[in-house]
């Protein structure tokens, strides 16, 4: 008598994820592709539009922390529990340091910074409860590397980084771990945004290619693969890390591309 072979069960099966900005862009992009791999998953953000097919949704604004203590309840009601926190609502920034006043400053790093601060914070307990946590804080490429006019974006995403390692030495006695993820320059609606403001947008997408040593924009899809190796139940020795995904920029050093 034969018997049909026993399938292993999903690499998220049983996890119980919260994404951050998870209506747009690498949010959304992070939300399927856990969603993919078995895990139950509710997007928080600002709104429920976006938010892809099989996930909750909370509506929360992450420099409100009323409404995010609220997002974070109401999601581990619905998933009986939280697994998984990543971090990825942002916003960006341009300008050297001249450029924008003490207003815009506070605003970026309350969002950037302060946002992590605020969801981590509530959902801590639901972490500590876990057996499986992870926290994953989504940094940039202008954690570690010195680019053109972003002074501020640059200054919040550094601390975003610096942030993560301390979170993750504070936490991994309780076996939660803490890492962050380094994506380049990805092809998301707010790099869109800016191109489309920009004199020559086909110019302008060029130069950002050109600065990958892949000769490319980054993908939310290649950052949320990240993302989930990051978060997964099987990742147990990951913890304090930075990982990049930015086609090479941070660390290569290539020849420019012959000339025909």
Not at 30 to 50: E, M, Y
Not at 63 to 72: E, N, Q, S, Y
Not at 116 to 122: E, F, K, L, P, S
Not at 218 to 226: F, K, R
């Amino acid at each position: 008598m034969s018997t049909a072979p026993l399938e292993n069960p999903p690499e998220f099966a049983g996890i119980r994820a919260i994404v951050t900005g998870g209506a747009s862009g690498i949010g959304a992009a992070v939300v399927r592709a856990l969603l993919a791999r078995g895990a139950q998953v509710v997007a928080i953000d600002r709104t429920r539009d976006g938010v892809p097919d099989g996930a909750g949704a909370e509506v929360a604004d992450v420099t409100d922390d009323a409404a995010v203590r609220a997002a974070i309840e109401g999601a581990a009601a619905a998933m009986g529990g939280i697994d998984v926190v990543v971090n990825n609502a942002g916003i960006g920034a341009q300008g050297t340091v001249a450029d924008n006043d003490d207003a815009e400053w506070l605003r970026v790093l309350d969002v950037n910074v302060l946002g992590i601060v605020r969801v981590t914070r509530a959902a801590l307990p639901h972490l500590r409860a876990s057996e499986h946590a992870a926290v994953v804080n989504t940094a940039s490429i202008a954690s570690w590397s010195g680019l053109p006019q972003r002074a501020l974006y640059s200054a919040s995403k550094g601390a975003v980084q610096a942030l993560t390692l301390a979170m993750a030495a504070d936490h991994v006695r309780e076996n939660i771990r803490v890492t962050c993820v380094n994506p380049g320059t990805v092809d998301t609606p707010w790099v869109g945004r800016l191109l489309d403001a920009a004199p020559d947008p086909a110019a302008e997408r060029a130069a950002l290619e050109a600065r990958q040593p892949t000769g490319k924009l980054v993908s939310p899809e290649a950052v949320a693969h990240a993302v989930c190796y990051l978060t997964s139940p099987l990742a147990t020795a990951t913890t304090g890390t930075a990982l990049a995904v930015d086609g090479g920029m941070h660390e290569l050093r290539v020849r420019p591309p012959e000339q025909p």
